[in-house]
Structures are given as C-alpha cells and as structure tokens.
C-alpha cells in the first residue's frame, strides 16, 4: 500500500490545526511534568533540611543535658577531692599535734574551729 497524500490546501490546515492543538497539548503536558518534578525536587530538599535541623536540634538538646550531668558530676568530684584534701591536712595535723605532746587523740582536735583544750558542744 502506498502512503496517502492530501493535496487539497483547506484540509491540510483543518488537519494541521488538529494535529497542533495535540502537540501543543503534550507540549505543555512535559512542561507541567517537568515543572511538578522540580517543585517535589525542591520540597524533598526542604524535608531532608528540616530533618537535619531536626537532628541538629535533638541533638544540641541531648548534649546540653548531658553537659548539665557532666557539669553536675565534675562538681561532686571537686568537692570529693576539696573533702578529701581537707580530711588530709586535718588528719597530718593530728598526727602532727599528737607526736609533740605525747598525747592521745580526743574527738574535740578532730571538729575545725575548736582551740585546743576547747570541748565541742
């Protein structure tokens, strides 16, 4: 079979202005497709930000509670060490006291702020 041709003027631009409304029609189709695509392009970027920020967030919000724990156990830690350091110096000085006079130790040189020879109340 061969191809069939029209010849006749009228109809090839009836036919035309069909066939370009078609066209035009799928045209604007693959614009509107490609538009939609980069719109949920651009909302998928504005999600996983979100979601960073998110993450960012909770995690900023982990960390100040946690660095609250730390602040509060690095304070029972120096004053440990400030009780342990005072118990020390007290307990040098006892021993101290007790081999120069020859005496045994009394509850009273063990309470800070008592003169010697001084009872606790």
């Known amino acids: ?35 939609v695509a980069e719109i ?6 504005a999600e996983r930000e979100w979601i960073a920020a998110d993450l960012e967030e909770s995690f900023r919000v982990s960390r100040d509670l946690t660095d609250q724990v730390r602040a509060r156990r690095a304070h029972r830690r120096a004053d440990r060490a400030a009780l342990r350091t005072n118990l020390t110096l007290r307990s040098s000085f006892v021993v101290g006291c007790l081999h120069t006079s020859g005496a045994t130790a009394t509850s009273h040189t063990l309470v800070p702020g008592l003169a010697e020879g001084e009872a606790a109340a």
């Open 1 to 35: 079979m061969t191809r069939a041709r029209i010849t006749a003027t009228t109809a090839t631009k009836t036919l035309f202005a069909l066939v370009e409304d078609q066209i035009v029609g799928v045209a604007r189709e693959e614009e509107m497709a490609a538009e």
């Open 40 to 45: 949920d392009a651009l909302v998928q970027d």
